[in-house]
């Protein structure tokens, strides 16, 4: 479809969503857009979004918006980049390749997951030299060095440590959806898969999605568990010993996912991260967490380390809100997968498309250049208690 019809039928966010839920299963679905508990963090992401606000200026003239930014030495014409999602190519077939291909094209960085549907090796050759790689952490240690040699030799240069899943989240709407671990095509779910051709055809050209990086290490699921299946090998609550010894053995940068307390920046500092990524897991981990918004100032004003963003954003608008308050770099992850479910490989060159347009016509409207000219332009903002 050409740009401009794309772009005058899907001009937001919320149309990519709204079409995406019409293409993909039911419990694929549920999978996506789902929180956890009654979804309170999910809806407290939003509306604490919504609750930064600016004085927008007037007779400043025109103002042509510059969306560059430097992150690591690394220069990105954009200030965002794709946010991990595990399982991605459930979503869509084959969604880590194609959105490694569209965040190469668009210059900016692309985050694997551990429990993607693709392998590093896969992957990594696709990002233009800007891949990351998101370790759920291996409790084996041999296991978690060859995880690390996998990456490095598939070229990502970045280690994002997660660590905001100490234990499996419930999830509730994903169960009730039917879904399991690998997905099992009960004649339930075969009805909604029959209902979505586009990606029923999709699927069967690329077989059913499984989390390819983790085949070498299935075997030893026997000696642990013989209920468990290959991902139990992540469940593994790191502490502060883990992080310094992944620092010890990866070379590259180094970020910590999944930091809502002021509290934990000494340590992740003397620990030697490059980088704090701050997040609630977009409310899909625990439901009595801070908006991922409301705990970035603090954050911000205990570190000069880069700060990254994510959890909630819906536009442009959104990442100036996280920008303004402290954040240096912004992540979307459920944002690129409505956009594939939407429009498949059309749909993240699209995204980015509504989100350079949305960031500049934002900036023009606040009579600034830069993003990060609106540091300490924050008109009001909502708080609460930490």
Same mark, same amino acid.
């Given at each position: 479809?050409?740009?401009?019809?794309?772009?005058?039928?899907?001009?937001?966010?919320?149309?990519?969503?709204?079409?995406?839920?019409?293409?993909?299963?039911?419990?694929?679905?549920?999978?996506?857009?789902?929180?956890?508990?009654?979804?309170?963090?999910?809806?407290?992401?939003?509306?604490?979004?919504?609750?930064?606000?600016?004085?927008?200026?007037?007779?400043?003239?025109?103002?042509?918006?510059?969306?560059?930014?430097?992150?690591?030495?690394?220069?990105?014409?954009?200030?965002?980049?794709?946010?991990?999602?595990?399982?991605?190519?459930?979503?869509? $077939?084959?969604?880590?390749?194609?959105?490694?291909?569209?965040?190469?094209?668009?210059?900016?960085?692309?985050?694997?997951?551990?429990?993607?549907?693709?392998?590093?090796?896969?992957?990594?050759?696709?990002?233009?030299?800007?891949?990351?790689?998101?370790?759920?952490?291996?409790?084996?240690?041999?296991?978690?060095?060859?995880?690390?040699?996998?990456?490095?030799?598939?070229?990502?240069?970045?280690?994002?440590?997660?660590?905001?899943?100490?234990?499996? !989240?419930?999830?509730?709407?994903?169960?009730? !959806?039917?879904?399991?671990?690998? $997905?099992?095509?009960?004649?339930?779910?075969?009805?909604?898969?029959?209902?979505?051709?586009?990606?029923?055809?999709?699927?069967?050209?690329?077989?059913?999605?499984?989390?390819?990086?983790?085949?070498?290490?299935?075997?030893?699921?026997?000696?642990?568990?013989?209920?468990?299946?290959?991902?139990?090998?992540?469940?593994?609550?790191?502490?502060?010993?883990?992080?310094?010894?992944?620092?010890?053995?990866?070379?590259?940068?180094?970020?910590?996912?999944?930091?809502?307390?002021?509290?934990?920046?000494?340590?992740?500092?003397?620990?030697?991260?490059?980088?704090?990524?701050? !997040?609630?897991?977009?409310?899909?981990?625990?439901?009595?967490?801070?908006? !991922?918004?409301?705990?970035?100032?603090?954050?911000?004003?205990?570190?000069?380390?880069?700060?990254?963003?994510?959890?909630?954003?819906?536009?442009?608008?959104?990442?100036?809100?996280?920008?303004?308050?402290?954040?240096?770099?912004?992540?979307?992850?459920?944002?690129?997968?409505?956009?594939?479910?939407?429009?498949?490989?059309?749909?993240?060159?699209?995204?980015?498309?509504?989100?350079?347009?949305?960031?500049?016509?934002?900036?023009?409207?606040?009579?600034?250049?830069?993003?990060?000219?609106?540091?300490?332009?924050?008109?009001?903002?909502?708080?609460?208690?930490?």
């Amino acid at each position: 479809m050409h740009p401009m019809d794309l772009n005058a039928r899907y001009p937001a966010i919320a149309d990519l969503r709204t079409r995406a839920r019409r293409r993909i299963p039911h419990f694929v679905w549920e999978y996506l857009d789902s929180g956890t508990g009654t979804e309170a963090t999910l809806k407290r992401n939003r509306s604490t979004l919504d609750a930064v606000r600016f004085a927008p200026s007037i007779l400043h003239g025109e103002v042509a918006a510059d969306l560059g930014t430097t992150l690591f030495g690394q220069d990105h014409p954009l200030p965002f980049g794709i946010a991990p999602v595990g399982m991605s190519g459930l979503i869509w $077939p084959d969604a880590e390749r194609i959105l490694a291909r569209a965040a190469a094209r668009a210059g900016v960085p692309y985050t694997l997951s551990t429990v993607a549907t693709q392998t590093p090796e896969t992957v990594g050759p696709l990002t233009g030299g800007q891949g990351w790689f998101q370790l759920y952490p291996p409790r084996d240690p041999e296991i978690r060095r060859d995880m690390l040699a996998r990456a490095r030799d598939a070229g990502f240069t970045a280690l994002v440590l997660t660590v905001d899943v100490p234990v499996a !989240s419930r999830r509730e709407r994903q169960v009730r !959806s039917g879904l399991t671990n690998p $997905p099992r095509l009960t004649p339930r779910l075969l009805a909604q898969v029959a209902m979505r051709p586009a990606w029923a055809v999709g699927t069967a050209m690329h077989g059913m999605p499984r989390m390819r990086t983790l085949d070498p290490y299935a075997a030893d699921t026997a000696a642990r568990d013989p209920t468990a299946h290959v991902g139990y090998l992540l469940r593994t609550a790191p502490d502060w010993e883990y992080l310094r010894w992944l620092r010890d053995h990866w070379e590259g940068t180094l970020i910590v996912k999944g930091v809502l307390r002021a509290a934990d920046v000494p340590g992740l500092e003397s620990a030697g991260v490059d980088a704090i990524w701050v !997040s609630n897991h977009a409310g899909r981990q625990f439901d009595a967490a801070p908006a !991922s918004i409301e705990a970035l100032p603090a954050i911000r004003a205990a570190t000069d380390l880069p700060l990254i963003f994510d959890s909630g954003i819906e536009g442009g608008l959104d990442m100036l809100r996280a920008i303004a308050l402290g954040a240096d770099f912004v992540m979307l992850g459920r944002a690129f997968h409505y956009a594939l479910g939407a429009l498949g490989r059309e749909g993240p060159a699209h995204l980015i498309n509504i989100l350079r347009r949305d960031l500049a016509a934002n900036l023009g409207q606040l009579g600034v250049a830069r993003p990060v000219d609106l540091r300490g332009q924050v008109l009001a903002r909502e708080t609460r208690a930490q």
